[in-house]
């Protein structure tokens, strides 16, 4: 009997997952993925996760299962019927997701944000398309730190180890400060490299601010920490 309800529960969370409640999200259906034999992922996490989508004509959709093509920018979503459709980009306004458990139970990076925010218009940053979704780390009237993360696709040179060289996708990820005036600067995640693109009027206020919460700017809960505390001055 226990095996059985045991059994009821794991189908019953399944079929849970494939399921969105009063869904309708305009949207097309997933193609058939092109890259077998290629090395690596097209997708920000490999497992699907969860997600809270706002979309400018259906309103706030929440607990939607998903995975993040980055290769494409495109979000994958399982629709009420449980089929997997891509989200037309020009409705989304944000997305929220949640990393999956298991990178956030196996990671050896500490301060990992269980939640990332996604959105759109920052068609300032050069490379970046006004519908596609970058992650915003932090936003404010002085700074805004957006992250975009990015699968390359490219094909290794030949060499002894590899006689006949493949594609492989090839995991980045590019951090850009914007301040008040709309000045971009691409960043790295490291207090001397942050300090340099802040404003000098603010840099002995950031300093104050790493010094008083002993904060490592190579963490993202750090990260947003500092921002946050930045843009109160």
């Excluded at 999200?25 to 090395?39: C, F, H, K, Q």
């Excluded at 398309?129 to 992650?135: F, H, I, K, T």
């Amino acid at each position: 009997m226990k095996k059985l309800l045991i059994l009821v529960c794991i189908l019953t969370s399944h079929s849970t997952f494939g399921q969105i409640t009063n869904l309708n999200m305009n949207g097309v259906p997933a193609r058939i993925t092109p890259y077998t034999g290629v090395e690596g992922s097209p997708y920000l996490f490999e497992d699907w996760s969860r997600a809270n989508i706002g979309l400018t004509n259906a309103g706030i959709k929440e607990n939607v299962a998903y995975k993040f093509n980055i290769y494409d920018n495109e979000l994958e979503v399982i629709n009420e019927a449980g089929n997997t459709i891509y989200l037309t980009k020009e409705y989304v306004e944000f997305v929220e997701l949640e990393r999956p458990s298991l990178i956030l139970a196996n990671a050896q990076q500490q301060g990992l944000l269980p939640r990332l925010m996604f959105k759109k218009g920052f068609e300032i940053v050069n490379g970046i398309g006004p519908n596609d979704l970058v992650n915003v780390l932090a936003e404010g009237k002085k700074y805004t730190l957006i992250r975009r993360f990015y699968s390359d696709l490219v094909t290794p040179p030949k060499n002894s180890y590899a006689p006949t060289a493949g594609r492989m996708f090839v995991f980045e990820e590019s951090f850009y400060l914007i301040d008040e005036r709309e000045n971009v600067t691409n960043v790295r995640n490291r207090a001397n490299v942050i300090l340099k693109a802040i404003n000098p009027a603010d840099q002995d206020k950031a300093k104050q601010i790493i010094k008083d919460g002993k904060l490592d700017l190579g963490r993202e809960d750090h990260l947003v920490r500092f921002f946050t505390e930045l843009n109160k001055s």
